[in-house]
């Protein structure tokens, strides 16, 4: 590839990330349905003028690739065609049936015989054989593809229970603790028990306080390096610090659900399908005790727990009376994997190895409000600080309601 196809193909990659970085800015305003921000404006208004800038560039590009490639098969051809007459002139190469014939050249060569002459010298010549080793200066090192990061931004738990808006640094949520009473009226509920003094209770609301938790991180970058790299190195760190930002969020969670005194249901040290089933219901009865019913109930693992609710549940092929319709490790990754007795299995890279809960989505609530990405320009070192941050907070509703599964 010469340079001019280098820079060509430079500069259409970095606006396929321009326009992929200005489309995930305005999936993530809309995904939260709201407007863009004035720093989402600004950062989608430069992201279109280097589209702009890079477009005109390559109109240039293609005009002076295109007089290239004309140059060059003019030359292709001349070089055919002298190709073809030097063939002419030494009748390709010479091959000698015996040493005898050869011999007979070189003495006939040694008296000025021309033709022999010339039959020695195509016999003799030998090409010089170069190599990329030898032109260094001028094999470019290209880079192909997408930047390898092997990051799993996905907020499972996060999303089953969606984020509610988080309102200000501190907030309450009213929680009834005592409920008001109804029973028959007198001690048997008879007609004898007319004017008898009904029960009376009072209701009694508490409330919970929450406080928003500030997550964020920040790089300094110089401006070399955000003008020299490709792909853009800006837009790499803004979305790894999103990344980031998310694992951090989904553990945060998955750490409060681990906070929960409800007694642990066991499954069994070596695991059945029947005594997970077991398991399932006897913390789903729990869960209802708490809730009443309300919420959805889901089930959510960490990874290497999938090997026991996975595996049991793994091997079925259109099944009619099993259940879970089964679990493939095709399909592996943070989400919904599959549904056992109907409650949905969710894995998440956030609980911490062996951990496994049932709950409630009316038991934990999460509140956010995304800060998104920031940047300042520092004039006097040349350099530019890009920072990513959001105010997140999961609330614990109902202890109760969250249940832990462990293998015993």
Not at 101 to 120: F, I, K, M, P, V
Not at 316 to 343: D, K, L, R
């Amino acid at each position: 590839m010469n340079k001019t196809d280098a820079m060509i193909a430079r500069l259409e990659k970095e606006i396929e990330e321009r326009d992929a970085f200005i489309q995930g800015v305005i999936g993530a305003a809309q995904d939260q349905e709201r407007d863009l921000t004035a720093n989402e404006k600004e950062l989608t208004a430069e992201a279109r003028k280097r589209i702009e800038a890079c477009t005109e560039q390559l109109e240039t590009l293609y005009e002076a690739r295109e007089r290239t490639m004309k140059a060059r098969e003019r030359a292709a051809a001349v070089q055919r065609e002298l190709s073809r007459r030097r063939n002419e002139v030494d009748h390709g190469p010479i091959e000698y049936r015996s040493a005898g014939q050869y011999a007979l050249d070189l003495w006939q060569s040694s008296l000025g015989n021309r033709e022999a002459a010339e039959r020695l010298e195509i016999f003799h010549r030998a090409a010089d054989h170069q190599k990329t080793s030898d032109n260094a200066g001028v094999v470019p090192d290209p880079i192909v593809g997408n930047v390898l990061n092997f990051i799993d931004a996905a907020r499972p738990i996060v999303s089953f229970l969606g984020p509610m808006n988080l309102p200000s640094a501190t907030w309450h949520r009213p929680k009834v603790t005592q409920h008001t009473a109804v029973a028959a009226q007198g001690a048997a509920g008879a007609a004898a028990d007319e004017k008898s003094e009904l029960v009376s209770q009072k209701m009694t609301i508490t409330r919970l306080t929450a406080n928003a938790v500030t997550y964020g991180g920040y790089v300094n970058i110089s401006r070399q390096n955000i003008d020299f790299s490709s792909p853009q190195v800006l837009d790499l760190v803004i979305n790894d610090l999103a990344a980031q930002y998310a694992i951090e969020t989904e553990a945060a969670t998955a750490a409060l659900l681990a906070t929960t005194s409800t007694p642990a249901v066991g499954y069994g040290a070596t695991p059945t399908e029947e005594t997970v089933k077991k398991a399932l219901w006897e913390a789903a009865a729990t869960a209802y005790s708490a809730m009443r019913g309300q919420g959805r109930l889901v089930l959510a693992v960490a990874p290497d727990r999938l090997s026991v609710f996975g595996s049991l549940f793994g091997d079925y092929i259109n099944p009619q009376n099993a259940a879970s319709p089964g679990f493939t490790a095709s399909t592996f990754g943070q989400g919904v994997m599959g549904a056992i007795s109907g409650i949905p299995v969710v894995m998440s890279s956030g609980l911490g190895s062996g951990e496994a809960f049932l709950f409630s989505s009316a038991a934990v609530e999460v509140f956010e409000q995304r800060v998104g990405a920031l940047q300042v320009v520092e004039p006097s070192v040349l350099g530019v600080q890009v920072a990513y941050a959001g105010y997140f907070t999961p609330l614990m509703i109902e202890d109760g309601g969250v249940i832990p599964l462990t293998a015993t």
